[in-house]
């Protein structure tokens, strides 16, 4: 009877062991992809072997609960490493309900280098503004009775011109006489146009000193006094006198001289006529 007594009692504890089930001895395990990163990253984090539970996994993260998911035997949920966590490495686990445990690490990392980038500011071009000089002459006013007197006009003729300045050899002149303005200021080689009351009155070229000479030829020109422009790039203004020759002073002598012997002859006959009555 021992012999059947000891097979009784080992077929006992395989049945034992037969019953016992292999889930129960399956090991937990948590882990973290990636399991590097700096603070503020997101992370997932997987477990395993949870069996035979109910309610919740929590992930913790340095003692503190990090995130919680529902229960399931092999799950994942994503998370976020706080933001300021230091660098180093952190331990971290997974829990639930029945005391099911498992830890891991995760190494924190430096923050990724910020790039800044600076735009040089914008190139501002200036050009200086035109400069337009305009001089006009000091005014001669000339009276005369005989057209030789028309020769005594403004000064100006025999002084070089400045910079940016109009002249005009004569200041008083009759219709038909020939007039030349100079001129200087000028750019090099620019072509100057004289204008006077909207009509072209002459044309040339400046020199390489920016300086020109040309007669004025009026078409049409009343007595006054007019003003001459020279357009080269700059506007140049000079002005001239045109005056008539009057001829009154040499008739009025003439009437005199009549009315004088008129009245001598008058002062005869009336001694001549008295003389006779007496």
């Given at each position: 009877?021992?012999p059947?007594?000891w097979?009784v009692a080992?077929?006992t504890?395989i049945?034992?062991?037969?019953?016992t089930?292999v889930?129960?001895q399956?090991?937990v395990t948590v882990t973290?992809s990636?399991?590097?990163g700096?603070a503020?990253?997101s992370?997932?984090?997987?477990w395993?072997?949870?069996?035979?539970c109910?309610?919740?996994?929590?992930?913790?993260?340095a003692?503190?609960?990090?995130?919680?998911?529902?229960?399931?035997?092999n799950g994942?949920?994503a998370a976020?490493i706080?933001?300021?966590?230091?660098?180093?490495?952190y331990?971290?686990?997974?829990?639930?309900?029945?005391?099911?445990?498992?830890?891991?690490?995760?190494q924190?990392?430096?923050?990724p280098?910020?790039t800044?980038?600076?735009?040089?500011p914008?190139?501002?071009?200036?050009r200086?503004p035109?400069?337009?000089t305009?001089?006009t002459p000091p005014?001669t006013?000339?009276t005369?009775d005989?057209?030789?007197?028309?020769?005594s006009?403004?000064s100006s003729a025999s002084?070089?011109?400045?910079d940016?300045?109009?002249?005009?050899d004569?200041?008083?002149i009759?219709?038909?006489?020939?007039?030349t303005?100079t001129?200087k200021?000028?750019?090099?080689?620019a072509?100057?146009t004289l204008?006077?009351l909207?009509?072209e009155?002459?044309k040339t070229?400046?020199?390489?000193?920016?300086?020109?000479t040309s007669?004025?030829k009026?078409?049409?020109?009343e007595p006054?006094?007019?003003t001459?422009r020279?357009e080269?790039?700059?506007?140049?203004?000079?002005?001239v006198?045109?005056?008539l020759s009057?001829?009154s002073g040499g008739?009025?002598?003439?009437?005199?001289?009549?009315?004088f012997?008129?009245l001598?002859g008058?002062?005869?006959?009336?001694?001549?006529?008295t003389?006779?009555?007496?």
């Amino acid at each position: 009877m021992r012999p059947a007594g000891w097979a009784v009692a080992l077929a006992t504890g395989i049945a034992l062991l037969s019953a016992t089930p292999v889930a129960a001895q399956q090991q937990v395990t948590v882990t973290a992809s990636p399991n590097t990163g700096p603070a503020g990253s997101s992370t997932t984090f997987t477990w395993t072997g949870f069996i035979r539970c109910k309610g919740t996994v929590r992930i913790t993260w340095a003692g503190a609960v990090l995130t919680t998911a529902p229960y399931a035997a092999n799950g994942s949920v994503a998370a976020t490493i706080p933001p300021g966590t230091k660098e180093g490495t952190y331990v971290f686990t997974a829990n639930d309900e029945c005391n099911h445990l498992a830890r891991n690490t995760f190494q924190v990392t430096p923050p990724p280098p910020v790039t800044t980038t600076t735009q040089p500011p914008p190139t501002t071009t200036t050009r200086p503004p035109l400069v337009t000089t305009t001089t006009t002459p000091p005014a001669t006013t000339t009276t005369t009775d005989t057209p030789s007197s028309s020769s005594s006009g403004t000064s100006s003729a025999s002084e070089p011109p400045g910079d940016g300045v109009l002249v005009l050899d004569k200041g008083n002149i009759q219709p038909g006489e020939d007039l030349t303005a100079t001129g200087k200021g000028c750019p090099t080689g620019a072509s100057v146009t004289l204008r006077s009351l909207g009509q072209e009155v002459g044309k040339t070229v400046a020199d390489d000193k920016g300086e020109f000479t040309s007669p004025v030829k009026f078409t049409n020109i009343e007595p006054g006094r007019h003003t001459v422009r020279a357009e080269c790039g700059i506007v140049l203004v000079g002005n001239v006198d045109v005056t008539l020759s009057s001829s009154s002073g040499g008739t009025t002598s003439t009437l005199v001289v009549l009315l004088f012997f008129l009245l001598v002859g008058a002062a005869m006959l009336r001694r001549q006529f008295t003389g006779l009555r007496r």
